[in-house]
C-alpha cells in the first residue's frame, strides 16, 4: 500500500559539500514518518512552472529536518533548486522505497559511490542515533565509497566519525584519482578490493545504490562473484545527471 502524501515545507539553509556538491535542508512537517533509506519528490518552482525530482533522504528519522544532497549540474531543476533562497516553500511527496536498513542481517557491505552516499548516510545516522538496539548480535557493516577525488568526498567527516562510534562498523574508500600519498584503494570496486575487505564476499548482503552505470557495473561484479540475487538490495539514481 503506497501511504506517500503532499507536504508544504519551507528551506531553512544551503549547506555547501565541496566538489559543486550541496545539502538543502527543509522544515520536516508535522505527522510526516518515513524509514532511513527511503526516498521522496520534491517539487520547487522555477520560471517555466514547477519541477519535480526524487531525493533520497538523506537525513535520518532520527533528526527535526529534511535533507537532501545533490550535484548542481546546470540543469533547470537545480538551478530552480539552488535559488530557493531560506524560508522558500516547497512541495515533497513521500515517502517511497524499500532501500531499509536490515538490523537481522549478520554481515552487511553498501557499494555506493558520488552521490549516492545519501541514503546510505541516512542509515548509518538512525543506526548510530537509536543506538543499534535491533542489530542482531556482531553484526558487521562495511560501507565501500569509490569517489574520483579525496576532495570529492561527500560527508567525509562525519562517516569517519560514524565509524568510531558504530559498533562493527568499517569505512573503505576506493579513489580512482587518488592524491600520491593516498595509502587506501585506489581504482574502482573491485572482486580484489571486497575479498581483501570481506574475506568471502559470497557470506554479505549487499546494498547497492548510485547511477545506473555503476549501479550495472556492480552486479556483474556480485555476479561473478556468485552472490545470490536474494542478498542483493538495490536503489537507482534514476535521474542522477538531471
Do not use: C
Request: hydrophobic share 40%.
Amino acid at each position: 500500500m503506497n501511504t506517500a502524501q503532499v507536504y508544504r515545507v519551507r528551506l531553512i539553509e544551503k549547506i555547501p559539500r565541496g566538489a559543486e556538491t550541496s545539502s538543502y535542508r527543509f522544515s520536516r512537517p508535522p505527522g510526516y514518518r518515513f524509514a532511513a533509506g527511503q526516498f521522496l519528490m520534491l517539487t520547487v518552482p522555477s520560471p517555466d512552472g514547477p519541477l519535480t525530482h526524487a531525493f533520497s533522504h538523506a537525513d535520518s528519522p532520527t533528526e527535526p529536518f529534511i535533507e537532501v544532497t545533490t550535484r548542481l549540474t546546470g540543469s533547470a531543476y537545480k538551478n530552480a533548486l539552488d535559488a530557493l533562497v531560506p524560508g522558500a516553500e516547497v512541495e515533497i511527496k513521500g515517502p517511497y522505497g524499500k532501500f531499509l536498513f536490515r538490523p537481522d542481517i549478520p554481515k552487511i557491505a553498501f557499494l555506493t559511490g558520488g552521490i549516492g552516499i545519501t541514503p546510505v548516510r541516512s542509515i548509518l545516522r538512525y543506526v548510530a542515533d537509536s543506538g543499534g538496539q535491533e542489530r542482531v548480535a556482531g553484526q558487521e557493516i562495511v560501507l565501500f565509497y569509490a569517489s574520483s577525488t579525496v576532495e570529492g568526498i561527500v560527508y567525509r567527516d562525519e562517516l569517519e566519525n560514524l565509524a568510531s562510534t558504530i559498533p562493527g562498523f568499517r569505512l573503505t574508500h576506493v579513489i580512482s584519482q587518488p592524491p600520491d600519498d593516498w595509502q587506501g584503494h585506489r581504482g574502482r570496486i573491485t572482486a580484489e578490493v571486497l575479498q581483501a575487505e570481506l574475506g568471502e564476499p559470497r557470506a554479505w548482503t549487499y546494498y547497492l545504490v548510485g547511477p545506473p552505470g555503476m549501479l550495472a557495473g556492480m552486479e556483474k561484479l556480485l555476479e561473478e562473484l556468485g552472490v545470490p540475487a536474494p542478498q542483493q538490495i538495490k536503489e537507482q539514481f534514476a535521474g542522477y545527471g538531471a
